[in-house]
């Protein structure tokens, strides 16, 4: 497959910025994006291929401008929902709760 998240390699991009003493995650949601899917990986829910497919089929905007656990995060909510694992109304159910959490 050759798509956007193809990158890796390519010329012409810049520098890749790296922060003094960057730390492993930004957000404490980043490490739970982590978590769950791992979690989903242990379970058989899916595998790395899935996984993976579930990142490359984001929309190509969508995919450039998210960072890298929004990628992980995209792919493993994909995956749970097309195997009917997590349910529409659930995951908008829990999206709509967490947001309320931010304020």
Do not use: C
């Not at 890796?8 to 991009?13: A, N």
């Not at 996984?51 to 792919?75: D, K, N, Q, T, V």
């Not at 995956?79 to 967490?98: D, P």
């Amino acid at each position: 497959m050759n798509g956007i998240h193809d990158l890796g390699g390519m010329h012409g991009l810049g520098p890749i910025d790296r922060e003094d003493g960057e730390p492993v995650f930004h957000e404490a949601w980043e490490g739970r994006a982590l978590a769950v899917t791992r979690a989903m990986l242990a379970a058989g829910h899916f595998n790395l291929d899935e996984f993976r497919h579930g990142i490359e089929r984001m929309a190509p905007a969508h995919y450039l401008e998210s960072s890298y656990y929004e990628h992980w995060l995209e792919g493993t909510i994909t995956l749970l929902a097309e195997k009917g694992i997590v349910g529409e109304a659930e995951l908008a159910a829990r999206v709509e709760q967490l947001a309320g959490e931010d304020r």
